[in-house]
């Protein structure tokens, strides 16, 4: 039986449409699009699981160096949290990434973050996200930072005395996400109520351990557990800020707070902040600040405990800021900015134990890098660890060295604890000022061992001390 000329037409139509298609597939990934070596993994999952496993065995360098060898030190494909990634290495990677924001790439965030910090400026549409970034910047600028310094080195004391002097051994990383915490609520919320701090406390430590996590929505998965506790958070925030609006500047200790900041200032298109918004950029630089500062704090005390030649170089600096302060005279802004040394061997620390590994960004067109092309959509990743221990930028990168900042002319864009160029972290200053206010009353009074000095530092999704990092403490005596 014979088929009508028009069905023939339109079977032929339809090869010829199909293996246009092909064609231009083929031309597309075989000859324009030349992408890089890697491999995606697994399907869906990719090869996520395997860069927790790394961080989490203590070795978060561990998947980025065993692809650069086996792929391309520059520039690798993978895929993770279910996106197809381009892996970009090197100081040269970190510029063309950093400089190329708007133009190539945009700033990205796993879309499961959005159930996390909702409307903040990490998971807002990118032009939104701008305009609410330069609101809450301008609260973390360093004029307030200085002005906040004494209100820093008092809760520093508060809890010094509360839960460190007298004891002869203590668990160091759990009191430093304490005054971590306290800080971050008293700066960013004007809120010192201890059971409070200690409830929000709790359900931030759940949603930490949910932010990296493939976006699994089930009773009992870390991703499950984290959105519960942001919304538990955002509720408690949500109280705050009502009743903040509703006292209006009546309290001037309000003033100098993230919250009354947000509620009073408006964006450049002239609106303020809907209560809901505030509550998410809340939540966002309450977990992101007080957990990179948590976890450099932590590791500051686990390599002075290793570096006694480093620990005493810092007690020196430390204690002749100590010896021109009267009896309960607070730190002041003078008082950091002579914390030279010791600011270095934070930064050594920053080098080689980064709270945060990297981040992400989406190609906004189709480009190329190091004969590469990186498809429009694509997430592109860029890493601290491939500049950070890295000879190339770093003589004898595993020692810790502080002198290297003072000694070493220092590649640009090898050293991005706080990333870079125009979408830098936001809060450089405080954390500066956080932790050097901590390390002067540390020293000051002690000197400490590591109770297991070979602990492995696992990585998930920041180094962390699975024992809470025990360490027996040696008060000073007649400093």
Same mark, same amino acid.
């Given at each position: ?13 339809? $090869? ?9 597939? +083929? =031309? ?23 860069? @927790? ?6 070795? *978060? ?9 086996? #792929? ?54 990118? %032009? ?50 304490? #005054? ?16 409070? @701090?200690?409830?929000?406390? %709790? ?7 949910? $932010? ?14 984290? $959105?519960?506790?942001?919304?538990? =958070? ?6 705050? =800020? ?93 008082? =950091? ?28 067109? %189709? ?48 050293? $991005? ?20 206010? +901590? ?26 001390? *699975? ?13």
């Amino acid at each position: 039986m014979e088929l009508p000329l028009h069905y023939l037409f339109y079977i032929l139509l339809g $090869v010829f449409g199909l293996a246009y298609l092909v064609l231009q597939r +083929f =031309i597309y990934f075989g000859g324009r699009l030349r992408l890089p070596p890697g491999s995606f993994g697994w399907p869906i999952i990719g090869e996520t699981l395997e860069l @927790q496993r790394w961080g989490r065995s203590g070795d *978060p360098d561990g998947f980025i160096n065993r692809r650069k060898m086996k #792929y391309n030190r520059e520039i690798f494909k993978t895929s993770l949290l279910g996106e197809k990634t381009i892996a970009i290495c090197g100081a040269t990677g970190n510029k063309f990434i950093f400089t190329g924001e708007k133009s190539i790439v945009l700033t990205w965030w796993p879309t499961s973050l959005n159930k996390l910090f909702g409307d903040s400026f990490f998971t807002a549409p990118y %032009d939104e996200a701008v305009r609410t970034r330069k609101v809450v910047a301008s609260f973390l600028q360093q004029e307030v930072m200085n002005q906040l310094v004494e209100r820093f080195d008092k809760t520093c004391k508060n809890g010094f005395a509360m839960d460190w002097i007298g004891k002869n051994q203590v668990l160091a990383f759990t009191l430093i996400k304490k #005054y971590a915490f306290s800080v971050a609520c008293d700066m960013f919320a004007s809120m010192d109520d201890p059971n409070w @701090q200690k409830m929000i406390l %709790d359900e931030f430590n759940i949603l930490l351990k949910g $932010v990296f996590q493939l976006p699994i929505y089930f009773p009992g998965t870390r991703h499950y557990k984290a $959105v519960r506790s942001a919304a538990v =958070i955002r509720r408690e925030l949500i109280k705050l =800020i009502q009743n903040r609006r509703g006292m209006g500047n009546s309290d001037s200790r309000v003033e100098k707070n993230l919250i009354s900041h947000l509620i009073e200032t408006r964006n450049e298109d002239g609106n303020l902040l809907s209560d809901k918004e505030i509550a998410d950029n809340v939540i966002l630089l309450m977990d992101s600040g007080h957990d990179t500062s948590s976890s450099t704090m932590m590791m500051l005390m686990k390599h002075l405990a290793e570096s006694p030649d480093c620990y005493r170089r810092v007690l020196e600096e430390q204690s002749e800021i100590a010896s021109k302060k009267g009896p309960g005279e607070l730190l002041n802004k003078d008082d =950091i900015s002579k914390m030279k040394y010791s600011w270095n061997v934070v930064n050594e620390v920053l080098r080689l134990s980064p709270p945060i590994q990297g981040t992400f960004r989406k190609a906004k067109i %189709d480009f190329t890098y190091n004969g590469f092309s990186i498809p429009k959509g694509w997430m592109v990743w860029w890493n601290a660890c491939s500049t950070h221990k890295s000879a190339e930028y770093f003589p004898n990168p595993e020692k810790f060295d502080p002198l290297r900042f003072e000694r070493d002319n220092i590649t640009p864009y090898s050293l $991005v604890p706080f990333g870079g160029g125009p979408r830098m972290c936001p809060g450089r200053e405080f954390a500066r000022v956080e932790i050097l206010v +901590f390390l002067h009353n540390l020293v000051k009074e002690f000197r400490w061992e590591l109770v297991f000095p070979n602990e492995v530092i696992s990585v998930d999704p920041m180094p962390s001390s *699975p024992k809470g990092l025990p360490v027996y403490l040696y008060p000073h005596i007649n400093l």
